[in-house]
């Protein structure tokens, strides 16, 4: 089975502009999550999307945002970019079905440089 | 709310030498699932291991060893004769039996340096 996919792996952005990034998860698997891993705070959890619908969300502010397409793709939005949004954004899928389905995959991450 | 303490930041070690990651958790789950997960340079989190709250039973598996002890909340993964190439950055996490509480909880991560 191919693993979880990321694109694209690294953007670089200007404060103000907006940005989408794109996961892919394993097949079959319908959970999709987030993460922010920045050096200061560390990994945190973004958002989980399970059958298109938003299951979990972290702690962000409205401008971080998500979406999952019925073949369980997903994508994330950041609008009005900061320096402070600079971080590896890793995506992780599981089978969402709870319990040992928990069991989540990471993709290779999108690097972004917000400057 | 749940926790994941990881009190050690760095370690650096000789290569050979055995090496224990300490992983402290906090959750008022009675059904919980404890993982450990390497991130190399590349980036990308590998998965190491997976442990339920309701399964004790300590394990080895060929240099990685882990020991599960509810009664500390404790979550400990020990290298045996580590290599250069076990450097990395490990986290422990935690998450939630439900599917809704699924998130996953990091610890800060432990950066492993094995030295030649």
């Known amino acids: 089975k191919a693993g979880v996919t990321q694109t694209p792996r690294y953007l670089i952005k200007t404060r103000g502009q907006q940005v989408t990034l794109s996961c892919s998860p394993i097949?079959?698997?319908?959970?999709v999550s987030w993460y922010q891993q920045t050096p200061g705070q560390g990994l945190q959890f973004l958002f989980e999307?399970?059958?298109?619908?938003?299951?979990n969300k972290g702690n962000f502010p409205g401008r971080f945002s998500g979406r999952q397409f019925s073949n369980s793709r997903s994508e994330m939005n950041v609008s009005t970019l900061e320096l402070g949004d600079s971080a590896l954004y890793l995506c992780?899928?599981?089978?969402?079905?709870?319990?040992?389905?928990?069991?989540?995959?990471f993709g290779p991450g999108t690097r972004l440089t917000v400057l | 709310a749940q926790k994941v303490t990881q009190a050690q930041t760095e370690i650096s070690v000789v290569e050979k030498e055995d090496v224990t990651l300490d992983c402290v958790y906090e959750?008022?789950?009675?059904?919980?699932?404890l993982f450990w997960y390497k991130q190399p340079p590349s980036g990308e989190l590998v998965f190491l291991i997976r442990r339920n709250s309701f399964d004790e039973q300590n394990e080895i598996s060929g240099r990685y060893s882990w020991n599960f002890q509810k009664s500390t909340s404790s979550f400990n993964f020990t290298i045996t004769a580590s290599q250069v190439v076990d450097s990395a950055v490990y986290f422990c996490?935690?998450?939630?039996?439900?599917?809704?509480?699924?998130?996953?909880?990091f610890g800060k991560g432990i950066t492993l340096s094995v030295r030649p």
């Open positions: 959750t008022r789950d009675t059904t919980y699932y």
């Open positions: 097949s079959g698997h319908r959970s």
């Open positions: 996490a935690l998450s939630g039996s439900t599917g809704a509480n699924s998130k996953l909880t």
């Open positions: 999307y399970f059958s298109e619908t938003q299951r």
């Open positions: 992780a899928s599981s089978q969402g079905g709870g319990g040992p389905y928990n069991e989540q995959f």
